[in-house]
Nanobody, 115 residues
Framework: QAQLVQSGGGLVQAGGSLRLSCTAHGIDFRNNDVDWYRQAPGLQREWVAGLTSFGTKDFADSVSGRLTIARDIDKETVYLEMNSLKYEDTGVYYC?????????WGQGTQVTVFS
């Protein structure tokens, strides 16, 4: 069954770091763009970062300079490395990829930043 499985996240103090993982099962990750979104309590889901199949990376202004995104082709996994975390980074993070017009989403990973 094609799916994205996420891991990582958790509780971290402001200024700390976390790494989120998104592993593809039954999906050819290497030929698809991958994006990360997050949803804070009471707010709409927002785009955070993206990695194209060509390796181009892009980040939302709110996280630029603090987040990095990378792909491990052999492991069919995309990582979102988050540094200098702020309270406002708290939320559920989702990875997603589009394959032949169908959007696959990971199950979501909770990130909670406390000060």
């Amino acid at each position: 069954q094609a799916q994205l499985v996420q891991s990582g996240g958790g509780l971290v103090q402001a200024g700390g770091s976390l790494r989120l993982s998104c592993t593809a099962h039954g999906i050819d990750f290497r030929n698809n763009d991958v994006d990360w979104y997050r949803q804070a309590p009471g707010l709409q889901r927002e785009w955070v970062a993206g990695l194209t199949s060509f390796g181009t990376k892009d980040f939302a202004d709110s996280v630029s300079g603090r987040l990095t995104i990378a792909r491990d082709i052999d492991k069919e996994t995309v990582y979102l490395e988050m540094n200098s975390l702020k309270y406002e980074d708290t939320g559920v993070y989702y990875c997603t990829t589009m394959v032949r017009g169908y959007a696959y989403w990971g199950q979501g990973t909770q990130v909670t930043v406390f000060s």
